[in-house]
């Protein structure tokens, strides 16, 4: 579900002017997350980054976490595009230590970890992922 957090001190300042939505007195974090059987707090990733592809909601990060487990991958991004059958698809960019793994490889990898309608419906080798001046990787440019 989507993370609230507050405490006795919070005032319009974090807010942003309330630019953020605030319910009976907690704060919007933009987050989702879950507790675990272990009764920590997860999180799965922001509200504005989840994609609905064929009805299903996906977020990126879990699969981009996912992905990034893999021993032969060196970094990950994932993202969700237009498509007229399922509303967005999962795409995912991966920078790989060595070509030994294949698309088909890490796409194996997720269904084994994650559900499948979270498996990208396609994965895109690159030498490295676009970045801006502080290292963020560049979303949008990996989108176009």
Known sequence: GRIFVGNSLLFEGYTGGGHKEVVDGLMSS???????????????????????????????????????????????????????????????FVVRKDDTVSEDDLKAWVKQNLARYKVPREIVFLDELPRNATGKVLKRELAE
């Open 30 to 92: 933009g987050d989702v997350g879950r507790y675990g059987e272990d009764g920590l707090l997860y999180v799965e990733g922001r509200d504005d980054e989840m994609i609905v592809s064929g009805g299903e909601n996906v977020f990126p990060k879990e699969v981009e976490d996912c992905l990034a487990r893999h021993e032969a991958v060196v970094e990950v991004a994932a993202i969700g595009v237009d498509d007229d059958d399922f509303g967005k698809r999962l795409l995912a």
